[in-house]
């Protein structure tokens, strides 16, 4: 009789646990793709690189996580081991996966930024010299493989998508630091400060319903600069070392990386090949360390998801004097005024704004993680955890497009590098107005209201 009260108490417990797991579950499916250039093509993020890559020091890749729920609620998340990527790409995409039932907010793409990848069409000013027909071919014929392949990876996480648990929680690491030097209250260059940093290290997991984890999705506020100039080579920097080890310590689980508001923080110490060992591994130990703890909580449904496009209007657009001076400079703004009167020779306009993609994915009020487009300072994650409180916030830069610095209002008064100097890499005409911080916060906030569980 005890043996028998024995077995029917683990029934019991089996068919509890399994009543837990269909309670919590969300369709889960993950994909991932080479994305590493097969032919000639240089790598971007410095300007004194020279020719083409040398070697494939370590293989670049796109991975997919797709996720669903029963109400219909469906988001797919795809992160790329590349600089960045121009928006029209990431709107492309969408338009490639309506046949699917996947609308433009449902999806977001995000860029890792590593300095060790191609060039994909955004940094094309980076030299000051413009390119070559040859080079110029090699980035489009790039982009086109590329899109398909984001493609096909995103349709293999959805027909893998199979019964899951989500679970996310939030460890730190230290390496992230600000980069800009200030004296007497304006940027003067680059180095090791004591400014504000970001340094959560959120994470997402998947676990299937052996008890498996499947996928480990991992945020950090960091730039990919570790490696420089010298390392002219495809690598995908402390993010890819980061992704490799925390597959080794989790079989099976597919690891990818998402990069938080670290615009203007560099990884210290860089310079060395062997620092993106130390970062990464760093990275891969705090993951483990959260993941094998009590501290992770269960998400139970799939995002409520919102996207819009933020005009950020331009501070200064240069008129025919200014650019007949400018032209005459051997630089990246010589470059780029010539090809703005080439743009005023055919009777067009120079761009008065940029359309930022902003997008908001809720999860049930149990997590909300903001994607926004470009290369955003630490100013705009503090910002957003003062408006909806720090202990549910995931924010994620470089996601949907990578087409200029988003600076904040506090860095303007500033002035430098993420505030003017390297827009005309970006081919933008100026910085922008005062009222951009104002602008994207008030959009974020709006798109949050909207996906919130009433």
């Known amino acids: 009789m005890t043996s028998i009260r ?3 108490s683990i029934i019991i417990l089996l068919l509890a646990g399994a009543s837990t797991f269909a309670q919590q579950t969300i369709s889960a499916g993950t994909a ?9 093509i240089a790598l971007t993020g410095y300007g004194g690189r020279a020719g083409t890559f040398e070697k494939i020091e370590q293989k670049l890749w796109a991975k997919a996580l797709a996720m669903s729920d029963a109400s219909g609620k469906t988001a797919i998340l795809i992160t790329t081991d590349l600089i960045g990527f121009p928006a029209s790409l990431a709107d492309q995409l969408a338009k490639d996966l309506e046949p699917y039932g996947i609308q433009r907010h449902q999806l977001a793409v995000t860029a890792t930024h590593t300095h060790t990848g191609p060039e994909t069409g955004i940094l094309i000013n980076i030299t000051g010299e413009k390119q070559s027909p040859e080079q110029l071919a090699a980035v489009v014929q790039y982009q086109e493989a590329l899109r398909k392949k984001l493609k096909d990876v995103t349709v293999k996480a959805l027909e893998s998508r199979k019964p899951s648990i989500l679970k996310w929680g939030k460890g730190s690491a230290s390496f992230a630091m600000n980069r800009r030097m200030i004296e007497n209250g304006k940027w003067v260059g680059f180095g090791k400060n004591d400014g504000p940093a970001e340094h959560d290290l959120p994470i997402l997991q998947v676990v299937n319903s052996e008890g498996k984890t499947t996928c480990i999705l991992m945020n950090y506020a960091c730039h990919g600069t570790t490696l420089v100039p010298k390392h002219n080579y495809v690598h995908g920097d402390w993010m890819g070392d980061a ?4 597959e080794e310590k989790f079989p099976g689980a597919q690891a990818m990386v998402v990069i938080g508001c670290g615009a203007d923080s560099d990884p210290q110490p860089r310079g060395e090949a062997a620092f993106t ?3 990464g591994q760093t990275i891969a130990n705090e993951a483990s360390r959260l993941l094998s703890s009590n501290q992770m909580m269960s998400l139970t449904s799939a995002p409520v998801t919102a996207f819009e496009k933020v005009p950020l209007h331009f501070d200064t657009i240069p008129d025919l004097t200014l650019l007949k001076s400018r032209a005459l400079k051997k630089d990246v703004n010589g470059l780029l005024a010539r090809s703005y009167l080439e743009t005023r020779s055919r009777g067009e306009k120079i761009p008065d704004h940029y359309l930022l993609p902003v997008q ?5 009020n149990d997590l909300t993680m ?7 300072v630490v100013d705009y994650v503090r910002k957003m955890k003062q408006e909806l409180g720090p202990e549910k916030l995931w924010m ?3 996601s949907n497009d990578v087409s200029c610095y988003i600076a904040s209002e506090r860095l303007y008064n500033e002035g430098g590098y993420e505030v003017d100097f390297s827009m005309a890499y970006y081919n933008k005409p100026s910085r922008f107005r005062k009222d951009t911080e104002t602008r994207i916060v008030s959009a974020l906030k709006k798109l949050y209201e909207q996906t919130r569980v009433k």
Do not use: K
């Open 360 to 364: 908001v994915w809720n999860f049930g």
């Open 243 to 246: 992704q490799l080890m925390v």
């Open 6 to 8: 024995l077995i029917q």
């Open 32 to 40: 991932s793709v080479d994305i590493s250039p097969d032919f000639p």
């Open 396 to 398: 994620n830069a470089y």
């Open 370 to 376: 903001i994607f926004m487009g470009g290369e955003v």
């Open 277 to 279: 060992v130390q970062h």
